[in-house]
């Protein structure tokens, strides 16, 4: 049984149990809920324990790997400038579109004490109290501090800064320390894959907890988090049809027919790798795009771009902030967005239930929100994976159609260095 299985079939055992003593047993439901309780919470400090280390590795390696890919032409330069246009405008669709979506919806009373929030009103006290104090705290006097306290967007900015730095160094000692990074990285999602193993237990013991606390209530709020997930993946999607007509100077009719083979197979497949061969015979074949842009254009979208990877950091922690009541202001939804980008390039590669914990950890913290709930979203968010990969190929080929129709503005695709069929 493979993993995501286990996990689904811990979240439907939880759901039931919990559901089944709140409805005949009360009283009997608050004990049982306590008695669990810890077992989900150490389960989330055993991920949370690998975060600070994974993510400034995972920030410094994405620094590297951008720069080596804008160093192969201006064809890489451009779609690097792409991906993240793109990328900051689904942070920014996430971050309007989310809290406004959660803010015409009931929510269930208690449902902040269930999760786990006896500390939402220490994260409430840990957003900065005035726009000034957020301002001059991203820049951190003391990284070794910062992450010790596990303030994640001064880190961030520091792992910047570490990362921006390292290319301007000696090239062997630049690979050497790139080493040590990518092997401290490593090591983190080995021990991330430990804990995984035991999710099952973790979920069904946290989901346990909360439904028993607020009975069937909690179905709809399962609802509500993987609708809010499918209407953001959608409304991005729908919204890279215009953008390919006009940066891309494409038709809506021929872009829609010539890219609706690979969001099939994506899908169909949930993944964006695999669908690799069939978006480079949409943009070759289907849409006429030049060969040397096409390969090298889509494997770099693959392993440096997935459009709703922000998207959903901004989403899980506008969906944390609803159930505990937190109304976020525009400096943790600013904080937040620009996180998420940054976040989001360097963590493509990571495989899915690692890259929810290791990346959604960050931007809930950033936004001074309590992590708990995360344990019962990695469950529930394989269900809307489906819409995230469409919404990634879609990007993937309207990011190629931008490249493309700039190319054939500037005429200048022949002189590329490096660009050709072989730059994949």
Same mark, same amino acid.
């Given at each position: 049984m493979s993993t995501t299985a286990r996990v689904l079939l811990g979240l439907l055992l939880g759901a039931v149990i919990g559901l089944a003593l709140a409805a005949s047993d009360a009283a009997l439901a608050a004990r049982v809920a306590d008695a669990v309780q810890p077992i989900g919470r150490l389960w989330l400090n055993a991920l949370q324990m690998t975060v600070v280390p994974l993510v400034a590795a995972l920030v410094i390696l994405g620094v590297n790997t951008a720069r080596d890919a804008a160093a192969s032409g201006r064809t890489a330069r451009r779609a690097i400038a792409c991906f993240l246009v793109l990328l900051s405008l689904g942070a920014a669709l996430a971050a309007i579109a989310a809290p406004l979506l959660l803010s015409w919806l009931p929510r269930p009373p208690g449902l902040a004490e269930s999760?786990?929030?006896?500390?939402?009103?220490?994260?409430?006290?840990?957003?900065?109290?005035?726009?000034?104090?957020?301002?001059?705290?991203?820049?951190?006097?003391?990284?070794?501090a910062a992450a010790a306290a596990s303030a994640m967007l001064p880190l961030v900015v520091f792992a910047l800064f570490f990362g921006f730095a390292l290319a301007r160094i000696d090239?062997? #000692?630049?690979?050497?320390?790139?080493?040590?990074? +990518?092997?401290?990285?490593?090591?983190?999602?080995?021990?991330?894959?430990?804990?995984?193993?035991? =999710?099952?237990?973790?979920?069904?013991a946290l989901v346990l907890a909360v439904c028993a606390r607020v009975g069937g209530g909690m179905l709809g709020v399962f609802g509500t988090y993987i609708g809010l997930q499918v209407v953001l993946y959608l409304a991005m999607t729908l919204l890279l049809y215009p953008i390919a007509m006009v940066a891309g100077r494409? #038709?809506?009719?021929?872009?829609?027919?010539?890219?609706?083979?690979?969001?099939?197979?994506? =899908?169909?497949?949930?993944?964006?790798?695999?669908?690799?061969? =069939? !978006?480079?015979?949409?943009?070759?074949?289907?849409?006429?795009?030049?060969?040397?842009? $096409?390969?090298?254009?889509?494997?770099?979208?693959?392993?440096?771009? #997935?459009?709703?990877?922000? !998207?959903?950091?901004?989403?899980?922690?506008?969906?944390?902030?609803?159930?505990?009541?937190?109304?976020?202001?525009? =400096?943790?939804?600013?904080?937040?967005?620009?996180?998420?980008?940054?976040?989001? !390039?360097?963590?493509?590669?990571?495989?899915? +239930?690692?890259?929810? !914990?290791?990346?959604? %950890?960050?931007? $809930? +913290?950033? %936004?001074?929100?309590?992590?708990?709930?995360?344990?019962?979203?990695?469950?529930?968010?394989?269900?809307?994976? %489906?819409?995230?990969?469409?919404?990634?190929?879609?990007?993937?080929?309207?990011? $190629?159609s931008v490249v493309a129709g700039g190319q054939r503005g500037a005429g200048d695709a022949a002189d590329e260095p490096g660009a050709s069929p072989g730059a994949a």
């Open positions: 999760l786990g929030a006896a500390e939402a009103g220490a994260a409430q006290l840990a957003v900065p109290a005035s726009f000034g104090d957020w301002f001059t705290g991203i820049i951190p006097s003391n990284a070794l090239a062997a #000692r630049r690979e050497r320390l790139l080493e040590l990074v +990518q092997a401290i990285g490593d090591v983190m999602i080995v021990i991330v894959r430990w804990v995984l193993w035991a =999710a099952p237990l973790g979920v069904f494409e #038709r809506l009719g021929r872009f829609a027919a010539a890219i609706l083979p690979a969001q099939t197979i994506a =899908a169909s497949t949930q993944s964006s790798l695999a669908s690799l061969p =069939a !978006m480079l015979e949409s943009a070759g074949t289907r849409l006429g795009y030049p060969l040397p842009v $096409t390969s090298l254009v889509l494997p770099m979208a693959v392993s440096l771009f #997935r459009i709703t990877s922000p !998207m959903q950091y901004v989403g899980v922690a506008a969906f944390i902030a609803w159930a505990h009541g937190v109304d976020l202001t525009a =400096a943790q939804l600013v904080a937040g967005a620009a996180l998420a980008v940054v976040i989001s !390039m360097g963590s493509v590669g990571l495989p899915g +239930q690692v890259s929810f !914990m290791a990346t959604n %950890m960050p931007v $809930t +913290q950033a %936004m001074g929100l309590p992590v708990e709930p995360l344990g019962v979203l990695l469950a529930l968010d394989t269900i809307p994976d %489906m819409f995230a990969t469409v919404g990634n190929v879609t990007a993937d080929l309207t990011a $190629t």
